[in-house]
């Protein structure tokens, strides 16, 4: 079946510093992969995504650019900002109907 | 708009009990899907309803089970509850014409 590995965390970073969380998938056909954050107490927000091979999702100064021949989806930011401490999710949907397989999530911590 | 609204956000039940959980989907969104999130599984898929019909059904027992309405609101109830079962419900509405979902803020359900 469909699974998403990501880093384990927590990962803890100073402010402006450059974030990388790892994420790898496996899944049948061609999935569409994701990238959500979850601040404290809060449900989940989609930060961005790609559909297809090679495209780029882009939002808020992040990045994931969707690698078949890796099978990857690795999640950037060039310059971490306190705000940004949360937990991130990688995940994919394949096969429609929504149904969505979800990495174990990584805590990111940046400190002033 | 407004977003998803799930009720309540808490809630404390004791084992053998059963619970219904609510979710309002955002106005025009036909698809909500249920996840259930834990600390040691992480984000799992519980089902998904569109137009009133379950489409997809992730791994979970006949314990669990849902239904939508047809202003595309959806219930899902837990019957004979366990402690295992606590953890935060997440539901998640789409348009369905993609797979972008938007979260509500979940209820948080702890079995004593």
């Known amino acids: 079946g469909d699974s998403v590995t990501q880093m384990e965390g927590p990962v803890t970073l100073s402010e402006e510093a450059f974030l990388t969380i790892n994420c790898t998938y496996t899944a049948t056909g061609y999935p569409s992969l994701f990238w959500y954050v979850q601040y404290p107490g809060e449900g989940l927000q989609l930060l961005l995504k790609?559909?297809?091979?090679?495209d780029k999702g882009s939002n808020k100064g992040f990045e994931a650019t969707y690698r078949k021949e890796t099978t990857s989806f690795h999640l950037e930011k060039g310059s971490v900002q306190v705000s940004d401490s949360a937990v991130y999710f990688c995940?994919?949907?394949?096969?429609?109907?929504?149904?969505?397989?979800f990495g174990t999530g990584t805590k990111l911590q940046v400190i002033p | 708009k407004a977003g998803v609204t799930q009720t309540p956000r808490y809630l404390i039940k004791t084992r053998g009990q059963q619970v219904t959980l609510s979710c309002s989907p955002i106005?025009?969104?036909?698809?909500v899907s249920w996840y259930q999130q834990t600390p040691g599984q992480g984000l799992q898929f519980l089902f998904e309803?569109?137009?009133?019909?379950?489409?997809n059904k992730g791994n979970f027992p006949g314990r669990f089970s849902g239904r939508q309405f047809s202003n595309s609101r959806s219930e899902m109830n837990v019957s004979t509850l366990e402690l295992g079962d606590s953890a935060l419900y997440l539901c998640a509405s789409s348009l369905a014409t993609d797979y972008e979902q938007y979260f509500g803020p979940g209820t948080r359900l702890t079995v004593t």
């Open positions: 309803y569109f137009s009133e019909t379950q489409r």
């Open positions: 106005s025009g969104h036909r698809s």
């Open positions: 790609a559909t297809k091979a090679d």
């Open positions: 995940a994919l949907s394949s096969g429609g109907y929504q149904k969505v397989t």
